[in-house]
């Protein structure tokens, strides 16, 4: 059986190896030569490609191309019409096309099918949501509970025969909807618990009563509670943006998601909060002080800078006159600065925003005059 993955980036990628490793013909395809350029593939059944062409004679099309906010916080389905019309033009009879771009209940049924097929009825449809948390060390795309909801009980069958080669469990659901939204829940559920962990260290800090503690303490209850770790904010490509597709969806038909777009404000404002937290300790003198952002990616051990908010943190520390460096092993130059080696500086302050495996925290305390935690609290 011949697949093609539309779209070669963290999702697309690690799927058609997968998908190659178990004994499918695959196609790569990215309309980036540079993505294709620059990817190790090691498999002999994956085949990398710029060229549309290759699209043909394939049963199974799998879209994993981004789906980010526009300038006015709104769903930018640019990218999934592009595919969806490349596809039109490949797709063949009885052929079966999945969505695993996150996005709001209805973008199978209003968005990707009246494009692919508008005559509904020559192909099968499935939205199949990418759950993966690039990097987690104990769940993966094989692991992993795939979500799986088709337009018909036909394409639903079809998309779990394929899912279910590499996944040891499949989750059939009624329709593409449920699928859809079930991906919005996972992610808003974390936007809004990181959110209220924020708001909660905001308060405690005011109690001057140490949060991790009261955290720990909480944690010890074996039912009705969950831990979330407050941190600077939220980055990288779901988190900050699939529950503003709730969001919009919801806008569409006047109900309230008030609380969605509150628990955004919040995470937003954690790179503000810490800054005050700074200028405290540095005795409200930053102009001119030496400060070094530790971790420029979102998440610890990652590369990936999308909404990352050690960036926002960089750009407010400059505007009140800090001196700003950073350092972070995965990235040798950002906004024309090098990566700080330790042992050959010395700041003022150190924040330690995200702390990659790597980090040497024995040569940053020793290059450091003051050095604070995530939440600007100071680490001795
Ligand atoms: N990154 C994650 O951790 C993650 C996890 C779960 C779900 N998702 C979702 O998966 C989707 C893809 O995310 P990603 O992180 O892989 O994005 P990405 O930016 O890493 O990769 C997307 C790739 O698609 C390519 N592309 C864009 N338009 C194309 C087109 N018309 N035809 C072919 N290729 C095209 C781009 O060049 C890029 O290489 C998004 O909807 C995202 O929300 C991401």
Redesign the pocket.
Known sequence: MKIAV???????FPLAQLAAKSGFEVIG????SN?IKFLDNSEPNLKLSDDEALLSDCQIYVI????PLDTQEKPDLS?VV??SQ?LAKYVGSNSLVIN????YPGTLREVIMPIVDPSGVKVLFASA??????LNKNWNLKNTARVIGGLTQEATNKAEQFYATFCEQVCTVSSPEVAESAKLLENTFRQVNIAFINQFTQIMDKFDIPVHEVIEAANTKPFGFMKFIPGLGVG???IP??PMYLVHKANNVGVDSSLIKLSDKINNSMPVYVLNKIISLLGGQVKGKKICVVGLSYKPDVSDLRSSPSLQLWDQLQQVGAIVFYHDNFHKTYQNKKNVNLSESYFDLSIIAVQHGNLDMVQLRKSSHLMVNAIGEKIT
């Not at 539309?6 to 697309?12: A, R, T």
């Not at 949501?129 to 690039?134: A, H, M, V």
């Open positions: 539309i779209g070669q980036g963290y999702v697309g395809y990215d309309t980036n993505v994993a191309v981004p789906t990218y592009k595919a490349t695993e771009s996150t996005s949501p990418e759950r993966i948390d690039p990288g490509h779901c943006i699939d």
